[in-house]
């Protein structure tokens, strides 16, 4: 069975951390993609890297950084952790096919204090 | 750019009664579309897509969609709705020309007994 993890289901931190969130897949995917979802606005995405340490920039990167070393791991950072940060941060990962769906991670709900 | 709308942000049904939920969507060159469905405080589960052929498309849990190109549409459908429906659907589009996915705002889709 296919599976996007995500290292934490809940995270609280201080306004200024650096935050890191990890995502792992186990399906060889070449596609991985950070998105946050918000109430109203639905999944906006922040960050795309469509291999090993190739990265784009999604609708809104201001405020994260992302890095991929390993093809299954694909990490976002987030420097300087503001209020505005706090949301559902979802990882996905997919085959370089666009015709092919994307799979999910289950979420990391964020709240910055 | 590519882009796609939910004009509805929540539907209401009764157990039973047929369920629709729509989507139009704006890309350059051929759509892929998808759609997801999310449960409270869950990741996104892939239902159904679209890449080519027969206009209607099935998927799981007894959905289905239809692609009309004219209309650039791509609504979910349900002959029958169940209570265990109620969930937060989205609708997602490629294209040929790249990787990336871009969703909705999503529809909170409500089954009533």
């Known amino acids: 069975d296919v599976k996007v993890t995500q290292s934490s289901r809940y995270l609280v931190k201080r306004t200024g951390e650096k935050v890191f969130l990890e995502c792992v897949q186990d399906?060889?995917?070449?596609?991985m993609f950070w998105y946050r979802q918000d109430p109203g606005l639905g999944l906006r995405l922040i960050y795309f890297?469509?291999?090993?340490?190739?990265?784009e920039k999604g609708d809104i990167p201001e405020g994260y950084s992302v890095s991929r070393e390993k093809k299954e791991r694909f990490s976002l950072i987030l420097e300087s952790a503001s209020t505005n940060q706090t949301s559902m941060y979802l990882c996905?990962?997919?085959?370089?096919?666009?015709?092919?769906?994307?799979?999910f991670g289950q979420g990391t709900r964020l709240t910055v204090v | 750019a590519q882009s796609v709308a939910q004009p509805e942000d929540q539907v209401n049904v009764a157990e039973g009664n047929p369920l629709t939920v729509k989507c139009t969507y704006s890309?350059?060159?051929?759509?892929?579309l998808f759609w997801y469905v999310q449960y409270p405080n869950r990741g996104l589960q892939f239902l159904l897509k679209?890449?080519?052929?027969?206009?209607l498309v099935k998927g799981s849990y007894g959905f289905e969609a239809e692609f009309n190109k004219s209309q650039t549409s791509f609504h979910l459908k349900k002959p029958s709705a169940l209570v265990s429906d109620s969930a937060l659907y989205f609708c997602?589009?490629?294209?040929?020309?790249?990787?990336?996915?871009?969703f909705g705002g999503g529809t909170r889709l409500m089954v009533k007994p």
């Open positions: 996905a990962s997919s085959l370089s096919d666009v015709r092919t769906e994307a799979f």
């Open positions: 399906m060889d995917h070449e596609n």
């Open positions: 890297s469509y291999d090993v340490k190739m990265k």
């Open positions: 890309v350059s060159g051929n759509p892929y």
């Open positions: 679209y890449i080519t052929g027969d206009n």
């Open positions: 997602a589009v490629r294209d040929n020309a790249g990787n990336m996915l871009t």
